[in-house]
């Protein structure tokens, strides 16, 4: 019988139903892990299994001699871009870009009306019971937003921000995406020419060597003191030092990072420090929205028919290129 492993963290019944009835369709069988206590149990068996849908240790996968196609239950994969780690060139990789969106882009617009209205400092003021009027506050309507990477998190965002009020420009590699949320979508090598006039900058890109270091020092000087930035892909795409220094200095309005280097944050890390800034633990996707976990499972289940009939994977990772 051909045999699948699920390593995950939040199945439920009805999770545990729909991957088996998948499964059996499809003919394999399937066993179920919890990553947060089964890691022995599946790796003392991993070499039986031809899928695995979760996200096991990299180093575990070379033990994996029957493995042909892993199916992260995450968005970021860069743990699995090193071709060093598979048992066989020939592995399939999939993400589940797709899944996390609804969950990331509310969390994109929490953050910033937080910041437009000035939530962080009432929040301290409440801290020692004080009753200020903070004026003025900003608003969505009328911002100019960046949105750096337009895949499905940043089109998701896209889509609310516009409906606050918001001109959203989205910046990619190839300077193109069909949505109709962005007003228009430019290549990166123009993003010099829109911070200046950006209210807000979101960046929501993966981990790749192209994106590493894209908001550089050079880049955050560009920005004006009226802009805040907003970080839900991963810390490296951020000169961190350098956004420390901007905005201990006040030449940014504020920012808002779901991702640092390194995570956990060190207690005595400058970024505690900074004014106007939200840090929250990579918690804006995360597994806790059960919309996310549906998303998840209801796409490995339309992959699985489509790997066992040959057909190409809807989320299938090149990885050589990270995404």
Same mark, same amino acid.
């Given at each position: 019988m051909r045999k699948i492993a699920v390593y995950v963290s939040f199945m439920n019944d009805r999770y545990r139903a729909q991957l088996r009835t998948a499964a059996s369709e499809q003919g394999f069988d399937l066993d179920f892990y919890d990553c947060n206590r089964d890691s022995a149990a599946l790796l003392g068996r991993i070499g039986d299994y031809e899928v695995i849908y979760g996200h096991p240790v990299p180093a575990w996968l070379k033990r994996a001699a029957r493995l042909r196609w892993l199916c992260s239950d995450f968005a970021g994969v860069e743990k699995y871009l090193d071709e060093?780690?598979?048992?066989?060139?020939?592995?399939?990789? !999939?993400?589940? !870009? *797709?899944?996390? *969106?609804?969950?990331?882009a509310e969390h994109i617009v929490m953050v910033l009306l937080m910041l437009l209205r000035r939530m962080p400092e009432y929040q301290s003021a409440m801290a020692e019971r004080a009753w200020p009027c903070l004026t003025p506050i900003r608003s969505l309507t009328g911002s100019r937003v960046v949105v750096l990477g337009t895949g499905d998190v940043g089109r998701s965002a896209a889509r609310r921000l516009r409906a606050l009020g918001a001109a959203v420009t *989205?910046?990619?590699? !190839? *300077?193109?995406?069909?949505?109709?949320?962005?007003?228009?979508?430019?290549?990166?090598g123009q993003l010099n020419e829109l911070l200046p006039q950006a209210d807000a900058l979101v960046m929501a890109l993966p981990a790749t060597a192209e994106t590493a270091g894209v908001l550089s020092r050079e880049r955050i000087a560009l920005l004006g003191p009226q802009a805040l930035v907003v970080n839900v892909g991963r810390g490296s795409a951020i000169d961190q030092p350098a956004l420390v220094e901007a905005l201990t200095a006040r030449r940014l309005a504020g920012a808002a990072l779901d991702v640092m280097e390194p995570e956990p944050l060190p207690p005595d890390h400058p970024l505690w420090q900074c004014p106007n800034t939200i840090l929250t633990p990579h918690v804006s996707g995360n597994m806790a929205l059960g919309l996310t976990c549906d998303l998840d499972v209801d796409m490995f289940c339309r992959d699985l028919g489509r790997y066992a009939a040959g057909e190409p994977l809807e989320n299938l990772v090149d990885r050589g290129r990270g995404y």
């Open positions: 060093a780690i598979w048992p066989s060139p020939d592995c399939l990789l !999939s993400n589940s !870009s *797709g899944a996390y *969106g609804p969950a990331i *989205g910046v990619c590699r !190839s *300077g193109r995406a069909e949505e109709p949320a962005f007003d228009r979508v430019l290549p990166v």
